[in-house]
């Protein structure tokens, strides 16, 4: 069985009388322990296909699975547990809480399950550890570069052990030097720990690292390779 | 989510210490008006109860009787102090009389009491400006009736009752001015003692006994007279009222009851304008962090969790104010319960306020205060948190608010 599935995923957004589709049909399986990348140009539909495999948003029409969960029939509050127990995020704008510790932000997401304090940390340490960072576990992330601030969110994203992390853009922000040691220590963790990434990207630096490469344009998959 | 909640809130550190200052001061100024209060309400209770005893007997119905029929035995007195216990009982005779000095004429209340007791002690020793003190076959005067009527002490006083039952005229040697607090009074005011009054007006009658209780000094206590009240009137039957304080003092009582009502009232508006103040610093606090509750709620949160960090600032920062205002109240609480002068005494004297007050913070009102403090904000913070329970991630993620 499929960790994470789409059925003829469709998505139309409506905005003053206007309708813009983001997909028009998308078919997708991805298996535990894959490295794999959505790619495509500015507006292919990318995000909005994360979103949708995430449970973030609701499709219009098709379904979304996710370990045998059928996701776009949750309720709003269901979708949250779910994104909370099995789900890892990461976004192009690294999106930490600017009031928190590198270490307290990567504890955040165990902190929403109510994981015990002691455990929180040394779970969160232990990934900030694993992505090289451990010693900057105090600081803000306005005291962190740019790649330090991504790799707290992907250690965010890795702490909680979820069962897929969904990587919008990663290294989108990132120069060459940063980008491309994220996107090694993600292979590392994809290989050594067997976590499951999904990236959507247009940066040729990660999708030279991936197993396989699902191509979007104009919400549709117009081909895949698998290295 | 608490330790996120409180450093949220020194995101705007002045935005928010300005809301937390309105708290504060809303609670402070709730206490203090519950401070001052009970100090008024003390104050009035003080000089009420002096004027007319806590308890006062008299007869039944003595409003709609004829002057002659609200008169009784003095034997009654002795069955009042036999059935209250640790209490100041004294019998009184007041009678209206004419009283004639070398000028005119006027209209007066002569009040016969024993000397030494407990309406000479307030009364006249209390408030003596000229003369002597009250002595039996003597009178003691309020000043400004002396001054209206040409009479000084060493002169003789004319007194005329007409259709009293007693010897209804005598002439008495004025001995004493008293200068009282309330110029109405003073303006009617006549003391002798009791066994002249009785010969002038009613030989062997009282008109009321008083009943003074030492244990019972602050209004707040004054729901203790009522057992006590109660016993009193089933002892001595259905031919006599036994009436509190309030009732024989009626406008000031009537009137403390309304205040007190509309104290609560005057103490919840000043926490409908704190609460304007919380909803306007959590409201823009939730706007401006709409897109990281977008993140939040990707990672997982609930809306639940959402609306909880949202209320959570809102508490804290109430928690707060409402500390800072509850110690600044307590410290002046504590400085007005040692005593504190009344502005514009002299005015205030007319309406039975002593020039000095005491201060008073009853643990009801501290808890009221601070459960309104708190009740107002969670209100205040409705509205954003419900806004924040709502929100959808990916929406939110895009908005541009900070």
């Known amino acids: ?227 | 989510m608490i330790a996120l909640a409180w450093r949220n809130l020194w995101r705007a550190p002045g935005r928010s210490l300005t809301t937390a200052g309105v708290v504060a001061l809303a609670t402070y100024v709730g206490l203090l008006t519950f401070v001052l209060t009970w100090a008024l309400l003390n104050g009035i209770f003080q000089t009420a109860t002096e004027r007319t005893g806590h308890l006062v007997v008299r007869v039944a119905g003595y409003e709609q009787a004829a002057l002659e029929a609200r008169y009784f035995p003095q034997a009654v007195e002795a069955r009042v102090r036999g059935r209250v216990k640790n209490a100041v009982v004294e019998g009184v005779l007041s009678h209206p009389a004419l009283v004639a000095g070398g000028r005119r004429g006027l209209g007066a209340v002569v009040f016969g009491f024993e000397p030494g007791g407990r309406n000479d002690r307030v009364l006249v020793q209390k408030h003596l400006v000229a003369g002597q003190g009250l002595r039996p076959g003597g009178a003691v005067m309020g000043r400004a009736l002396a001054r209206r009527a040409g009479l000084a002490p060493g002169d003789a006083a004319y007194l005329f009752a007409p259709g009293a039952l007693g010897m209804g005229s005598g002439l008495l040697p004025v001995l004493g001015l008293v200068d009282l607090p309330e110029s109405r009074l003073e303006a009617n005011f006549v003391a002798t003692d009791l066994a002249t009054a009785q010969a002038l007006f009613a030989p062997g009658l009282l008109e009321r006994v008083e009943v003074t209780l030492p244990w019972v000094r602050r209004y707040a206590e004054a729901e203790r007279i009522r057992a006590l009240q109660e016993a009193l009137a089933q002892a001595l039957g259905s031919g006599y009222q036994v009436l509190r304080w309030d009732q024989a003092y009626r406008g000031m009582g009537t009137l403390l009851v309304a205040y007190r009502r509309w104290l609560y009232l005057f103490v919840l508006l000043f926490f409908v304008l704190a609460a304007l103040m919380v909803l306007n610093a959590v409201y823009l606090s939730f706007y401006e962090r709409i897109r990281e509750l977008g993140v939040i709620a990707a990672l997982g949160a609930t809306p639940a969790q959402l609306g909880r960090l949202v209320w959570t600032e809102a508490t804290l920062l109430s928690a707060l104010g409402a500390a800072a205002g509850t110690l600044l109240g307590l410290a002046t609480a504590w400085r007005l319960a040692r005593g504190f002068p009344m502005i514009a005494a002299e005015e205030y004297a007319q309406f039975g306020i002593p020039k000095v007050l005491y201060g008073e913070l009853h643990a009801g009102d501290l808890g009221f205060t601070l459960l309104v403090a708190f009740l107002s904000s969670w209100l205040a913070a409705l509205l954003p948190a419900y806004l924040a329970m709502r929100l959808e991630p990916v929406e939110a993620m895009r908005h541009a608010g900070d």
């Open chain 1, 1 to 227: 069985m499929a960790l994470l599935k789409a059925k003829n995923l469709v998505k139309v957004y409506r905005g003053d009388g206007v309708e813009t589709p983001a997909l028009r049909g998308v078919d997708l399986a991805l298996e535990a322990g894959e490295f794999a990348a959505v790619a495509g140009p500015s507006g292919s539909g990318k995000s909005t296909l994360l979103h949708l495999l995430g449970g973030l948003d609701l499709p219009t029409l098709g379904e979304v699975w996710l370990e045998g969960t059928r996701v776009d029939r949750l309720s709003r509050s269901q979708r949250a547990r779910l994104r909370l127990q099995k789900v890892g995020f990461v976004f192009q704008a690294y999106n930490l809480i600017p009031v928190l510790t590198a270490l307290e932000n990567a504890a955040f997401v165990l902190e929403l399950r109510g994981v015990p304090r002691r455990e929180q940390r040394a779970r969160a340490m232990e990934a900030l550890s694993a992505l090289g960072i451990a010693e900057l576990a105090h600081r803000r992330p306005n005291r962190l570069s740019g790649g330090q601030q991504q790799r707290v969110a992907v250690a965010r994203a890795l702490a909680a052990r979820p069962a897929v992390v969904l990587a919008d853009e990663p290294t989108a922000n990132l120069d060459s030097k940063n980008g491309l040691a994220l996107i090694e220590l993600m292979r590392r963790l994809n290989r050594e720990a067997g976590i499951t990434f999904l990236f959507a990207t247009h940066d040729p630096r990660l999708l030279a690292h991936v197993d396989r490469v699902i191509r979007l344009e104009d919400g549709r998959i117009v081909g895949e390779e698998r290295r």
